[in-house]
């Protein structure tokens, strides 16, 4: 069996901080493609499609190239950063503007990895959009891992399940 064609898409503001720390940890040897939202020219999403000319739909014909695109981001304020939320809205390009790239999403597997350095329980609700965007995209949504970047010893202990998360995402176990 080959393994899957994966991506990381990286929505951080930092290219040095926890939530790239989180993902050199999953991917060691960096061998999965990482796109860092920050170095694309990715503007907000227009009604009128006169952005069709910045880096999102080449990111996204990549995309569509891979069985598995993993989405990492840090918590600011409950939810994604501004990049990944930039990067989110755009996905309303495929389903307008772009219709043929939008098709080939489906039956792609989507993993989500964050960091976080508040309290776990404040995070109850956060993968509820990731859910629902898979659904309706009619993507495959495998699950969300959070690293922990604080002091909670209970949520740092549970950093070492990123090797588990790290294996269910190669085998691709949704």
Known sequence: MQAPKMMIIYGGSRSNGNTMKAIKLFDPESKIPLFDLSKLDISFYDYEGKNQNDDYIKL????????????????????????????????TDLLYIRQDLGRKLE????????????????????????????????????????????????????????????????????
């Open 107 to 174: 039956g792609k597997k989507v993993y989500i990895l964050v960091s976080f350095g508040g309290v776990r329980e404040h995070l109850n609700h956060f993968e509820a959009s990731f859910i629902h965007i898979c659904d309706y995209m009619k993507m495959l949504y495998g699950g969300c891992f959070y690293y922990h970047s604080g002091n909670n010893p209970v949520d740092l202990k549970k950093n070492h399940d990123l090797d588990k998360f790290r294996e269910r995402v190669l085998k691709g176990t949704i």
């Open 60 to 91: 996204m014909e990549k995309a569509v190239e891979c069985d598995t695109i993993i989405l990492s981001t840090p918590i600011h304020w409950y939810n994604v950063s501004g990049r990944m939320k930039i990067f989110l809205d755009r996905l």
